[in-house]
């Protein structure tokens, strides 16, 4: 491995992608929808720190803004 190598991601965890694959497919769609519901939330609370000053829409829409920045980033190593 190359020393100016560099991880996006952590590796895979085979445990729990044993678990997802036992799971029907509708529970694992649940399971991603409540992963991404989660991930929403904590983006949203850090953006409420962020700019106390800020109504409930315009949090909303500096939401859809990094999820929109985070779209078009690459995920490639």
């Known amino acids: 491995m190359d020393s100016k190598t560099t991880y996006r991601f952590d ?3 085979l445990e729990q992608v044993r678990l997802l694959g036992r799971l029907s497919p ?3 769609i649940q399971a991603m929808l409540d992963a991404r519901d989660l991930a929403v939330g904590l983006i949203r609370g850090r953006l409420r ?3 106390p000053h800020l109504s409930p829409h315009e949090i909303n ?3 859809l803004e990094e999820l929109e920045r985070a779209a078009r980033t690459s995920s490639r190593p």
Do not use: E, F, H, S
């Open 11 to 13: 590796p895979v965890d």
């Open 26 to 28: 509708a529970r694992r």
């Open 49 to 51: 720190q962020q700019y």
């Open 61 to 63: 829409l500096k939401l």
